[in-house]
């Protein structure tokens, strides 16, 4: 099957209705798909929504709403937004979707039969919306996440840990192998020093987060919003599927559009996931 030309957006968090940001990467991507089908290229436009986490968990209580009512009403917005700005998408995935969680779940459980998942125990400074923990070096002043300027706060629980550190040096080969990757060229130098200085293995569960994908060996624990959602992107593909040829036609992604608070994500934790 040749190559299909495969392009992404970002999937879009649903904790509040659409605006002109998400309306822009996906209208970006639109016209890019039109314009390589009109050159006679076969094309796979995906978009999505990213539906886990504590955010959506306190969001919906704040509503008075399930977590399910509130995903799919703003799911819902996302879609008659697309639909009136006459985007053409080839396929929209929602990481609440059994196709995706049941993919993930192998995964998780892959890595940690490999060693490269393990138990451990993590004390850091937590940003709620970002559903992030940031090194005391790279917050803002007043101890603020560097993205949302509001006070981080100190966490510890029990976490399963992606080994992360583990890929430093493969992900400095890839760089240079492939400078194309780190796009646009101005943020190259940015990731490529933030991964010299040394990766650290990344917290990868959460036992304090109910609205996630369940670790599938361990019940205590939801699998992190990140690790779960960057995902997306190989499974709407068809990854691990009974017939493999979709996925072969349409991986690796041709053109993926991230914003840029999650250019890092994308760069760094995403390409050393195997």
Known sequence: MPKVFYITTPLYYVNAAPHIGHAYTTLAADILARHKKRKGQ?????????????NIEKIASQAKVGQTEWVDRV??????????LGIEYDDFIRTTEER???RVQEIFER?????????GTYEGLYCLPCENYWDAGD?????????HDRPVETVREASYFFKLSKYQAPLLEYYAAHPEFLAPPRRAKEIIN???AGLRDLSVSRTQVRWGIP?????KHTIYVWFDAL????????YGAAEPGRFQALWPADVQLVGKEIYRFHTVIWPAMP
């Open 111 to 119: 890595l940690h039969k490999r060693g490269d998942i393990t138990l």
């Open 139 to 147: 917050l803002a002043p007043g101890n603020k996440c560097p993205v």
């Open 42 to 54: 076969s094309v796979f436009f995906l978009t999505g929504t990213d539906e886990h986490g504590a």
């Open 231 to 238: 995902l997306n992107y190989i499974t709407a593909a068809g």
């Open 194 to 196: 933030f991964v010299q």
């Open 100 to 102: 995706h969680t049941r």
């Open 215 to 219: 670790v599938p060996f361990d019940s």
């Open 75 to 84: 799911v819902g917005q996302f879609k008659n937004m697309w639909a009136e």
